[in-house]
């Protein structure tokens, strides 16, 4: 039989018929994964045997009548960003470069605990900063759709592996829209939650106050299968949210939704640069929230063109403060240093200089510099407070829109996937990928994009929804609502 590695849902209901083992489907994945990688490269580490013991584990315990998991047997990648103590992170960096965490993210732990098996990492830009995957200094990853175009990013590798069918779920994470670009570009259901709903335990540091881990898979059904399992209150997190956490699966069940309302962003179907295509498939979403019986209202977030200013202060400055620490000394990259070199700034100064030089790349270096001059005495009022007050505008405007509409309609993205190389010589171009996304992680609040049609060339496009704080299950309901009108989500490539 052909294993179904697109849908955890099915794998899951064929592993409990009998009809399946782990082992077999972790099989079928590594081969599916060897098939491709010369393709797409979409991991920066690849665990085979680890994952077949951990699939020979589920099956052994399954023929014991041992209790399983919810997600038992069911392979997962994880973005090079997230701690795993039995495989590198590197966050496709080589400061990071063959560094072992001695601990488990949380997300990671609880995956795990779940009876996920963990078939590798996957490639990113470097240190989530950038918007197609190609900052990492662990080559250049391609999408499923057209190889010679970028899957997005900062979550490329993880978008890659589930578009490519090595895996029906990975975790990616999101700062500025890294989950939800990626799965535009790629035809998942990609969704960023709440600021603290899942742990950043784990989790390097890329800007604390707007990283959040989450799920990318074909489908909302399977993405709240993974939500599920990683959500919820974590002490060793100061930022988690103790909230209860609401079982999707009947949310993902319930998709009436006649008199939702649905609040469409006018402003960003007008906006400058957004191409036709696009705008179509946010307009062809709305008929179909209209024809199922929502109630469509329209909406503005009137400081929606300070969101990229805002983020590109607010993410370098805290970027600069948390890549402080890797300075050569402590861990990863340590440059060799010549007794000319150390003789002329003190061997300390000339190991933290240079190994951070040989270190980082450009992305990185320019987002440490943009943030350190943002933080420094006398601009710090002129930049970075004033960021801070923006923020607190732009949310004051999501709080005005939801107290008119349940969830906010709009576009993902300024375009489709565009070309490798296309944008890699002009930062700005790259920057303006966020226009759509970044207003929800300075606001804090969910957000999922979903498949939402092909270009005339058969590249993805996506849409997006957003809700107010801890209301995934709005999100989950409109999300699988949608998915029981469309068939977008259905199509695959041809890789
Ligand atoms: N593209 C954005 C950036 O470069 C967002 C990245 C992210 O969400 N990690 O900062």
């Not at 400061?95 to 779940?114: E, F």
């Not at 100061?238 to 909230?243: H, P």
């Not at 004033?386 to 829109?401: E, H, P, Q, Y």
Request: with cysteine; proline share 6%; aromatic share 6%.
């Amino acid at each position: 039989m052909s294993i179904p590695l697109d849908s955890a849902t099915e794998l899951l209901r064929l592993q409990a018929a009998g009809e399946l083992s782990a082992v077999q489907i972790t099989q079928a994945a590594l081969d599916r994964i060897a098939a491709t990688e010369p393709q797409i490269s979409a991991f920066t580490h690849r665990a085979d045997e680890a994952a077949i013991a951990a699939a020979e584990k589920i099956d052994r315990d399954r023929s014991a009548g041992l209790p399983l998991g919810p997600l038992a047997g069911i392979p997962v990648a994880v973005k090079d960003v997230l701690c795993t103590r039995d495989m590198p992170t590197t966050c496709s960096s080589k400061m990071l470069a063959g560094y072992h965490s001695p601990y488990d993210a949380t997300v990671v732990a609880r995956l795990r605990q779940a009876g996920a098996v963990l078939v590798g990492k996957t490639n990113m830009d470097e240190f989530a900063m950038g918007a197609s995957t190609e900052t990492s200094a662990m080559g250049v990853t391609g999408n499923p759709w057209d190889p010679s175009r970028t899957p997005g990013g900062s979550s490329g590798g993880a978008a890659a592996v589930v578009a490519a069918g090595n895996c029906p779920l990975s975790l990616g994470s999101d700062t500025g829209g890294s989950i939800r670009q990626p799965a535009a570009f790629c035809s998942l259901t990609g969704m960023k939650p709440t600021y603290g709903r899942v742990s950043r335990y784990g989790l390097v540091a890329f800007a604390s106050s707007l990283d959040q881990v989450g799920p990318m898979a074909w489908t909302v059904e399977d993405a709240a299968l993974l939500l599920q399992v990683i959500s919820g209150f974590d002490p060793a997190d100061s930022t988690s949210l103790d909230e209860s956490v609401p079982n999707f699966a009947s949310d993902v069940a319930a998709t009436d939704v006649r008199g939702l309302r649905i609040g469409v962003l006018r402003d960003s179907l007008d906006q400058e640069g957004l191409e036709p295509e696009v705008r179509r498939a946010v307009l062809e979403a709305i008929d179909v929230y209209r024809s199922a019986g929502a109630e469509i209202v329209d909406v503005s977030l009137p400081h929606s063109h300070y969101w990229v200013p805002t983020y590109y202060v607010i993410a370098p400055c805290e970027a600069s403060s948390n890549l402080s620490r890797y300075d050569g000394a402590h861990y990863g990259y340590r440059a060799a240093i010549s007794d000319a070199e150390a003789a002329e700034r003190g061997p300390l100064l000339a190991t933290y200089c240079k190994s951070r030089d040989e270190g980082f790349g450009a992305e990185v270096k320019r987002r440490i510099m943009l943030g350190t001059y943002a933080l420094s005495t006398g601009y710090y009022d002129a930049y970075y407070l004033k960021a801070l007050k923006v923020r607190r505008l732009i949310r004051g405007d999501f709080d005005a829109a939801f107290a008119q509409a349940d969830v906010l309609l709009g576009p993902v993205t300024p375009s489709a996937a565009f070309r490798l190389g296309e944008k890699t010589d002009d930062p700005l171009q790259m920057y303006l990928c966020d226009l759509f996304t970044v207003g929800a992680n300075l606001a804090g609040i969910p957000a999922v994009s979903l498949p939402a049609g092909f270009t005339a060339e058969g590249l993805p496009l996506g849409v997006q929804l957003q809700a107010p704080p801890l209301q995934e299950a709005r999100l989950i309901r409109a999300g699988a609502a949608f998915q029981k009108l469309t068939t977008h989500h259905a199509q695959r490539p041809t890789l």
